[in-house]
T-cell receptor, first 121, second 115 residues
């Protein structure tokens, strides 16, 4: 079974609009961490935002926020006020393992298939 | 801002040849990783390395692969006898022992093409 599922191969959004990228996960570990990475066409992987399984509040980092619904095992990324530079591939990833903050500090990341976001002017 | 660096950016090799991909992790990081991404596909974990030994490896990381930290700064991935299916982007990553998220910082990748 897939541990991380991103069901949207591609998404389109108008500049300045908000967009939600979906991510569902599967784990039996009570302690885990969820990450979102951005991969522009240049290929590098850029860390965007993190949510720990024990975090009480949804994570926010600037224009990025995470809609974390633990019971549904979903961790959707919300990008507000989209910019042309947001056009990229976006990956959801999970780190499992024991640890008070959600996952071990050194656990491997398991990635989803990615969503290509295109921002239109 | 400190960053992970990788060399070369692109490596072309003949099937059956050995390749060594090099990485310089962020200097105060102690956990190191290799991932690969076949073109158009998801990023896949290969191996993690801590305290001069492998912490975890995936099924992909068979005995054709090895990792080494030859000195205090480099972290290398060796593929002994490359196959066509080894063609991919290889990412090195590192993470700290403490910090808010212990997120993994990725290098720019090495694109390996096996002919």
């Amino acid at each position: 079974a897939q541990k991380i599922t991103q069901t949207q191969p591609g998404m389109f959004v108008q500049e300045k609009e908000a967009v939600t990228l979906d991510c569902t996960y599967d784990t039996s570990d009570p302690s885990y961490g969820l990450f979102w990475y951005k991969q522009p066409s240049s290929g590098e992987m850029i860390f965007l935002i993190y949510q720990g399984s024990y975090d009480q509040q949804n994570a926010t980092e600037g224009r990025y926020s995470l809609n974390f619904q633990k019971a549904r095992k979903s961790a959707n990324l919300v990008i507000s006020a989209s910019q042309l530079g947001d056009s990229a591939m976006y990956f959801c990833a999970m780190r499992e393992g024991r640890g008070g903050t959600g996952g071990t500090s050194y656990g491997k990341l398991t990635f989803g298939q990615g969503t290509i976001l295109t921002v239109h002017p | 801002e400190p960053e992970v660096t990788q060399t070369p950016s692109h490596q072309v090799t003949q099937m059956g040849q050995e390749v060594i991909l090099r990485c310089v992790p962020i200097s105060n990081h102690l956990y190191f990783y290799w991932y690969r991404q076949i073109l158009g596909q998801k990023v896949e974990f290969l191996v993690s390395f801590y305290n001069n030994e492998i912490s975890e490896k995936s099924e992909i990381f068979d005995d054709q692969f090895s990792v080494e930290r030859p000195d205090g700064s480099n972290f290398t991935l060796k593929i002994r006898s490359t196959k066509l299916e080894d063609s991919a982007m290889y990412f090195c990553a590192s993470s700290a022992t403490s910090g808010r998220y212990n997120e993994q910082f990725f290098g720019p990748g090495t694109r390996l093409t096996v002919l």
